[in-house]
């Protein structure tokens, strides 16, 4: 059950030579079988992207191979030098409630020990020191809103990784009371179910980006002055991102679900969970430098790796999870940024120093806090599968599996279902209710652009009969 159905032709295609008839060289016998081909004097280079070369590789992939591979394959995608204030009317508004507990929610603001603890980042010298005083000034914040589906917890994980990808952010946010995925043992690396991750650098010439006029965050302008105190209205005439009923609906039913959730089985990679992340080197002795083409990106060694790190986080977690879009906040010394990804491209905040605009970077998160989860990237139609749907589901899939997948294929993946290690998920959709199996990490996983389509075996559900069907989900999941 591949999540990238085209890997196998990429890696074929990439095995053949290139076509063209040589000058020196005669060409072949004109035949309806071997018919000439025509002479390209700039033929398009094939490109060896990541989701087709890891696939097939005996070993995992090395993070300072990984880094910057990404970073080349990624460029280009990265639109940015967008206000920092501008970018939170626009991707994370106050959404309408009129209800006694949103405006109390709303009007908190942090304490003076978190606000101290922020800015003390900027002090420290390594990375340990700087999660640890992040974690400090992000911990309970904001105070949890009434509805459940929208708490967010901070984590420090800068000592931990996914024991599949390697992979290990610096902070992440999760909502731990209702995942998506429930789980026996809670992972602390859990991109299943990651919502947003912090990426930190004590450095501020690891930033991967540079902002196009180089000059300082000049704050919130003159038509800005009111912007922590910004009204509903304000924010919706410059969004489209405001929740629909559809929203509202889903949210309902994962707060008040009706039937005991299925729980998979705990599985575990190679990587032992409970170490960081392996170390990359990196020689930072030169300041940030725009590469030729891409001016907004930074081109040296440290850029570079930064901006494919913080690629391969989000495209693992946006692989893991049926996601259109993904928040994250990088930040590189005393300045932050925020960053919209989504399977086009990356829409990149310019730089602020958070030592002079702290309210900023606890405003996102404020703001984030109250988004539903459709706003928060989340695509409404799936939530966390019944634990009889999902039996059922199994029985399906398990008869199922010798006719998709051969002998061999199908008797390691019964093997998984015998043992309930694949994670499944409850899908409304067109023809539905369907139970659907939750993506697992693959090679291929590590980039958040280009990836539009999943071909699966999905159960659909009904009193009578489950008929499984393949390749049902041909929508931009």
């Known amino acids: ?35 000439p081909q025509e002479y390209d004097p700039n033929p398009t280079p094939r490109v060896a992207r990541l989701a087709a070369v890891h696939l097939w590789a005996m070993d995992h992939v090395e993070l300072d ?12 995608h990265y639109i940015g030098d967008v206000d920092p204030i501008k970018f939170m009317h626009k991707f994370l508004p106050w959404n309408i409630d009129d209800s006694s507990a949103f405006k109390k929610f709303k009007t908190q603001k942090p304490s003076k ?5 922020l800015k003390s980042m900027a002090t420290k010298s390594g990375e340990s020191d700087m999660n640890r005083a992040c974690h400090a000034a ?27 990808s390697g992979l290990g952010t610096d902070e992440a946010v999760y909502n731990r009371q209702k995942p998506w995925i429930p789980r026996k043992t809670m992972i602390k690396v859990d991109f299943a179910n990651m919502l947003s991750f912090l990426e930190l650098k004590p450095d501020h010439r690891r930033d991967a980006f540079i902002d196009s006029d180089r000059k300082p965050y000049p704050g919130p302008g003159p038509q800005d002055a009111d912007w922590e105190k910004a009204g509903v209205v304000y924010d919706h005439e410059r969004s489209d991102t405001a929740p629909d009923a559809a929203d509202y609906s889903a949210e309902q039913a994962v707060d008040a679900p009706d039937t005991k959730a299925f729980v998979a089985e705990d599985d575990h990679g190679e990587h032992p969970a409970n170490s960081p992340e392996d170390r990359v080197e990196v020689k930072v002795d030169s300041d940030p430098s725009p590469s030729a083409r891409y001016p907004f990106e930074n081109d040296t060694e440290g850029g570079r790796k930064t901006r494919g790190q913080i690629a391969s986080y989000a495209g693992v977690i946006m692989a893991m999870q049926f996601r259109s879009h993904l928040f994250s906040v990088l930040i590189c010394g005393k300045y932050a940024r925020f960053i919209r990804w989504d399977r086009s491209c990356a829409i990149v905040s310019r730089r602020f120093d958070y030592t002079l605009y702290p309210n900023i970077l606890f405003n996102f998160y404020h703001r984030f806090a109250q988004l539903t989860d459709t ?83 999905v159960v659909q559900i009904t009193k009578k009969r489950r008929h499984v069907l393949q390749g049902l989900l041909a929508r931009a999941f």
């Not at 196998?8 to 020196?24: D, K, N, R």
């Not at 020990?113 to 603890?117: E, F, P």
């Open 113 to 117: 020990k978190q606000l101290t603890a």
């Open 375 to 457: 706003q928060r990237g989340l695509l409404p139609c799936f939530k966390t599968a019944s634990d009889t749907e999902a039996s059922a589901a199994l029985e399906a899939l398990a008869a199922y599996a010798g006719t998709a997948y051969g002998t061999i294929g199908g008797a390691k993946y019964k093997k998984r279902l015998n043992r309930k290690r694949i994670p499944l998920l409850h899908m409304d959709y067109k023809g539905g209710p369907y139970v659907v199996p939750a993506p697992t990490f693959n090679g291929g996983m590590f980039s958040p652009f280009g990836r539009v389509t999943r071909n699966r075996a």
């Open 1 to 35: 059950m591949s999540e990238n159905p085209e890997s196998q032709t990429h890696s074929q295609q990439a095995g053949l030579t290139s076509g063209g008839t040589h000058p020196e060289r005669p060409p072949n016998p004109a035949t309806p079988a071997n018919r």
């Open 65 to 76: 191979k990984l880094f910057p591979n990404m970073a080349h394959e990624t460029r280009g």
């Open 138 to 164: 992000l911990r309970g914040w904001p105070k949890a809103y009434r509805v459940l589906s929208r708490n967010i917890d901070f984590e420090d994980t800068h000592n931990h990784r996914d024991s599949f």
